[in-house]
């Protein structure tokens, strides 16, 4: 994320010097290559260091950092053995920079937080450097694959502030993106902090919503990706993240309702947002279906190949984080099945992160003499497969459908017995 806000702030026009503390990932960084796979990213980063925009220095070069604002993009991982936050990063960096901060420069905080950080931070900074700080929470709500369009096109533009030279400083650096009409919200520091958590928490709902529907539908004999449709178009609802399958993944909606969860209960509210318990819970339980699905087709899954295609928590990214797609692969490998996983971006990641998956380079190996399919990352490549050239390959034409993204009636047509999640499941596969 801080890349990505970097180049951002860069192609704005500002002056820019990222702060990485990783030496490969700076190392990358000042040779122009972003350190993971961000769709445009690396072009932009390559036109802002050419037009001297923008350098990039260690962690423990911040003496000769002149600037202005400072925006804090570290990341606050969910606390192994716990639900809360690790915001111990955020900590860090603040002291790393107090020393050097100029008395009239604004701090900024982009990560997502447990509401109450910013005024920690306040005090430690205030501590550290000897005077109050000015410091801000401008959360971020930037997609992955889509992210760099996200951070120079937002919806909207969030700032939480408690002093006006903040308000103005912040006011100039967006000011290229209000002027085309973005919404610019100056609220206060804690309902900011929130926004970023009740957002992400919506999202991950309304997925679990369509998730449970879709429990349902597979018992009724309905078919979820119908009637999300059929509510979506009431405009009060809408048809976006409405899309059931295996669930949500990745770095931050998984990570966020749990830590909403751990500091609402320390805050004596945690009644207020049980019910993310269940979100969760919904979420996890898709994964298990595509095992019981594999179970209820294959019988034992003892020797069985099933090929899970999709590695990364959506497409367009290599991110591995809380992946159901391997969460996937897990369980089915757990089940005694002999897993191959197929990603057309992310297989190196898999290899280093996850060693002991097996992985293939193209689908047509990976297909060869399969029991299953498992469709669990909607990449175009998968949308484009040719049902018939691959149904050539395989040993049983079985495919689990886990994101209600292939063209379904081709693969039927091609002699596929398709079970997709949420879907009425006989009629889809007759
Ligand atoms: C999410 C939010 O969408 C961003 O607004 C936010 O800024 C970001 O987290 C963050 O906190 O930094 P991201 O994690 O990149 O963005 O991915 P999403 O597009 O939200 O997708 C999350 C997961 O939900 C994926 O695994 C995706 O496959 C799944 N999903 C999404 C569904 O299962 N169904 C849907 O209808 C939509």
Redesign the pocket.
Known sequence: ?GATHAVAMAELGHEVIGIEANPDRLRDLQNGVIPFFEPGLDEALQKVIAAGNITFKPDHDLESLEADIHFLCVGTPQLPGSYAANTGYLRDAVKALAPFLREDAVVAGKS?VPVGTAQELTALLAAEAGFAPHLAWNP??????TALE?SLRPDRIVIGVNDARSEELLRQVYKSITDLGTPFLVIDIPTAELV?VA??SF?AT??SF?NAMAEVAEVAGADAVQLAEAIGYDERIGN??????????????PK?IRAFMARAEELGVGKAVEFLADIDAVNLRRRDRVVEIAQRELGSLQGKKVVVLGAA??PN?DDLRD??SIAIADLLKKAGASVVVHDPISLANVNKQHPHLTTEQSVELAAKDADALVLATEWQEYRNLDPAAIGSLVKHKLLIEG?NALPVEKWQAAGWRVIALGRNLEAVAQ
Do not use: H, Q, W
């Open positions: 994320m997502t971020e709500f930037l997609r992955e694959g996200d970023k957002a992400n999202l309304k997925i369509i976006k993240f409405l899309r059931n399958g295996i669930g949500f993944g990745g770095g931050c909606l966020d928590f959506k990214s992946s159901p994101r």
